[in-house]
């Protein structure tokens, strides 16, 4: 507190003929601690109350206080409005529920600087928490895109089909789009062939029996005696030219679009160079 204020009071209280009896009667404020207040003496004043009873003190002899008192004064009488205090004429709130809510008011303005401060590091942390958030889901939605694969298995009751994704497989759900190829045989006729899980394989068709394939994008046969063969493309007759071949041998494809007869098909080569030494 400055210097000389207790002295400006006491001038003022002696200029207008008011005894410190008189001031605590119409102030409220204990004698003696008026007359600390006159003597710049806070060590006899309860601290929270010092600044207030100066500003209350002023205020009842109409002395302007240094603005630095004043601004000091104000933050004080907060307190002592919170705290609830009739300064010290002896009462009580009997309201518990006022009593209790000014104790929690009181409380957060005695710590407002560590809430405002908490509240700030929490703002952050939100902030931090939400640009984290946003850029952690683009990062995962890209992953995502990157390692899930869709595929379809299809094979040959005795086929072993082995698979090992890395991350994820799905199962389509939806019927996939099959076509069939039936080849008959009028005469025995040795076929190497593959489908759909790429696995070359060897069988004969005896006289008067078929084999009948169920495919969803891809088959390639060679037809060891071409003209021995009639080939149905989704129950339709096809490759009618093959039984002019007589005992050619011959390639043929059949994809969505339809069968065909090719010149070579290099995975049946392969297999058979390295099954059979055969070019």
Not at 74 to 84: A, K, T, V, W
Request: hydrophobic share 35%.
């Amino acid at each position: 507190m400055s210097d000389g204020t207790g002295n400006i009071l006491k001038q003022k209280r002696i200029e207008l003929g008011f005894d410190i009896a008189e001031v605590s009667r119409r102030t409220r404020i204990r004698e003696d601690f008026i007359a600390a207040i006159e003597n710049d003496d806070p060590e006899n004043v309860p601290s929270s109350y010092y600044k207030l009873f100066i500003k209350k003190y002023s205020d009842f002899l109409s002395v302007d206080l240094p603005e630095e008192v004043q601004e000091t004064a104000e933050s004080d009488h907060i307190y002592e409005m919170l705290r609830g205090s009739d300064s010290g004429d002896g009462r009580k709130n009997r309201n518990h529920f006022m009593s209790g809510l000014k104790k929690v008011l009181l409380f957060g303005y005695m710590h407002r600087k560590l809430f405002i401060f908490a509240g700030f590091v929490l703002l952050i942390f939100l902030f931090v928490r939400h640009i984290y958030s946003i850029l952690d889901t683009g990062t995962k939605t890209e992953q995502s895109e990157s390692l899930v694969r869709i595929i379809t298995i299809e094979g040959e009751p005795d086929e072993r089909i082995s698979v090992n994704i890395r991350d994820s497989i799905i199962i389509e759900d939806d019927r996939t789009d099959f076509f069939t190829l039936k080849i008959s045989a009028a005469d025995s006729c040795y076929i190497c062939f593959f489908k759909d899980t790429m696995q070359v394989r060897e069988t004969i068709i005896l006289p008067g029996r078929h084999i009948e394939f169920r495919i969803e994008n891809i088959f390639e046969a060679k037809l060891g005696k071409s003209g021995a063969v009639s080939i149905d493309f989704n129950q339709n007759r096809v490759l009618e030219e093959l039984r002019g071949l007589k005992n050619s041998s011959s390639f043929i494809r059949a994809t969505h679009s339809g069968t065909e007869r090719i010149r070579r098909s290099d995975r049946i080569n392969r297999y058979l160079w390295e099954t059979y030494g055969l070019e």
